[in-house]
């Protein structure tokens, strides 16, 4: 368990900040923005939370407490010690369930989705788009670096979750506010 003291600890004023391993990096530093990133999905669906429904709640709180260890292991690079906590495929299983669930009643689309509708949709749309980003820099970092290829499956199969939660947000799908492409190209 994680113990903390002390909120300020002056040792990142220079721009570093310590990993999970103990080693320092700089605050821009690849593993450092994918995990930051992971942080700021997991902070997007805590506001997102307010304003859902008890089951799609009850899910995102799961989520974020898997959220919690995809930052951790993002924060340690990998080392030959099996101690260190690492997202399993169990993980992702739980997500794909709760899609399943999810999406079996949604109306199927013939378009694409505007971020919209009710409000719980909207952030819903706002985490899934975060969660983008967060798989982006995970993919950057796992270019350059070493990671638990798991984070990537997981973060992608978290967008879709996000997706598909802010449908269900949206009256089953009925809500949904769909694109019209190129609808204001003749307007005036």
């Known amino acids: 368990m994680v ?4 909120i300020y600890t002056r040792t990142g004023d220079r721009g570093s900040t310590g990993l999970g391993d103990g080693s320092r990096r700089s605050k821009d530093d690849l593993r450092v923005e994918a995990y930051g990133a992971v942080d700021e999905v997991n902070s997007s669906i805590g506001v997102a939370r307010l304003s859902c429904s ?3 709640d009850e899910l995102l709180d799961r989520v974020q407490q898997d959220l919690f260890d995809v930052g951790a292991d993002l924060c340690c690079p990998p080392d030959q010690s099996q101690t260190r906590l690492r997202v399993v495929e169990e993980q992702i299983e739980s997500l794909e369930g709760a899609i399943d669930e999810l999406n079996h009643n949604l109306s199927p689309l013939n378009s694409f989705v505007l ?3 009710a409000a719980a ?3 819903l749309h706002i985490a899934r788009a975060v969660a983008r980003r967060a798989e982006r820099r995970t993919v950057a970092l796992s270019k350059v670096e070493e990671i638990n290829e ?3 499956k997981y973060l992608n ?3 879709d979750l996000l997706f598909v939660m802010a449908r269900f947000e ?3 799908g009925s809500g949904d506010v769909l694109w019209v492409p190129g609808v204001n190209r003749n307007a005036r």
């Open 150 to 152: 798991i984070t990537v």
């Open 54 to 56: 008890h089951r799609v």
């Open 3 to 6: 113990k903390l003291n002390k």
């Open 157 to 159: 199969r978290l967008s």
């Open 115 to 117: 971020p919209g509708g």
């Open 121 to 123: 949709s909207a952030h």
């Open 170 to 172: 949206n009256k089953l």
